[in-house]
């Protein structure tokens, strides 16, 4: 009974995270889309979610943050 519950809970737990993933990713879309749509906007902000901190950095500090 223990094992099929922990199973379980794996499982679930599993759903969840996938979930959020693809939440995630639909919401990182749509804010590239938005960048690269407005004028004025630095494309290469569009997709900064993989870039390292420093490389995050230093686009803010080109921003003028």
């Known amino acids: 009974?223990?094992?099929?519950?922990t199973i379980g809970?794996?499982?679930?737990?599993?759903?969840v995270l996938?979930?959020?993933r693809r939440r995630d990713n639909a919401l990182h879309?749509?804010?590239?889309e938005l960048i690269v749509a407005m004028k004025g906007?630095?494309?290469e902000v569009?997709?900064?979610e993989g870039a390292?901190?420093?490389e995050i950095e230093r686009l803010r500090?080109?921003?003028g943050d």
């Open 1 to 5: 009974m223990a094992s099929a519950l």
């Open 9 to 15: 809970g794996f499982i679930l737990t599993q759903m």
């Open 18 to 20: 996938n979930q959020q």
């Open 29 to 32: 879309l749509k804010i590239d």
């Open 41 to 43: 906007a630095r494309n």
């Open 46 to 48: 569009a997709g900064v």
């Open 52 to 54: 390292a901190e420093k």
């Open 61 to 63: 500090a080109e921003r």
